[in-house]
């Protein structure tokens, strides 16, 4: 399954600190084992949050060159030339949880654009090996003009959006993207309860229950930590942390963020199970 996060206001939203701490919740919550991986290039990538040596280039795994890259563009050229067999996607995943949540790394040898080009062109074959080696594909996604964005929101059975508390930017994003509603759900990045468009009265104006929303506030030691390659370490020191630690809201919150969307992801196992019993096909 393709759990796609968004926003159309990716740094006012705390998209990325917010990405990285759920993928890490989720697999704390859950039994389920996940893949992630971002459709952009740049030094501001999901190896800067997990690993202390995300300077340091993949310039190759199981023998790929530099042309092809070791990470996600070398496995894209490997699917582009038909190689999709299902063992091919262990060559360029790297461990950050044993067992759980695994990472499609970037090798940094082509430049952006093209890679866009190639991830949208092979989205649908690379998915498919991802689907065949763990539950869940979680796909951090940028907005800005990519080809790939589009497919990814697409192709994910859920979305989670995240949204910043600006009322002008809330009438905007729900008149222009409404269409993305009805399979997603929401994240409130950098949320403060004194805003004057709180979870409630955003629920209220554009009738989405308000189990849809997590509020998750910006927490300056988490970001520090995605700095230096010790989110999970921070995750898991404060997971169980107790509402007198200053840590407590915003790890409420991102608990809460997993929850809700592995409820949602159990909810469109059954409904597909159902429709399967049924005969219609998926």
């Not at 795994?61 to 490997?78: C, D, N, Q, S």
């Not at 790297?94 to 970037?106: F, T």
């Not at 403060?192 to 989405?208: E, G, L």
């Not at 995750?235 to 509402?243: A, D, G, H, L, W």
Request: overall charge negative; glycine content about 6%.
């Amino acid at each position: 399954m393709k759990v796609a996060f968004w926003s159309n206001e990716y740094e006012k939203s705390g998209a990325f600190l917010n990405f990285v701490a759920i993928s890490i919740a989720s697999v704390m919550c859950t039994p389920y084992t996940i893949s992630i991986l971002e459709n952009y290039l740049g030094k501001d990538n999901l190896e800067k949050a997990f690993f202390d040596n995300f300077n340091n280039i993949h310039l190759g795994y199981g023998g790929v060159g530099f042309y092809e890259g070791g990470g996600i563009e070398g496995l894209l050229r490997r699917v582009y030339r038909g190689d999709k067999h299902p063992s091919l996607l262990r060559h360029y995943l790297k461990e950050v949880i044993p067992k759980h949540l695994y990472y499609v790394p970037q090798s940094g040898v082509i430049n952006s654009k093209l890679f866009d080009y190639e991830l949208h062109h092979n989205l649908k074959e690379l998915f498919s090996i991802i689907e065949r080696n763990t539950d869940l594909c979680y796909i951090n996604t940028r907005q800005q003009n990519y080809l790939s964005s589009n497919e990814i929101l697409h192709e994910a059975d859920l979305i989670v959006i995240n949204l910043y508390q600006n009322p002008e930017y809330l009438e905007e994003f729900f008149k222009n993207y409404s269409s993305l509603i009805s399979k997603s759900l929401f994240i409130i990045g950098n949320y403060s309860p004194k805003a004057i468009m709180s979870c409630k009265r955003i629920s209220r104006t554009y009738d989405i229950p308000l189990e849809n929303f997590s509020p998750i506030p910006y927490n300056e030691y988490f970001d520090f930590a995605c700095n230096y390659g010790e989110a999970k370490e921070f995750i898991n020191r404060n997971y169980f942390c107790t509402r007198e630690n200053s840590h407590y809201l915003f790890i409420h919150g991102v608990r809460k963020a997993a929850y809700m969307i592995s409820k949602k992801i159990e909810s469109i196992h059954l409904g597909n199970e159902e429709m399967e019993h049924c005969g219609i096909l998926l």
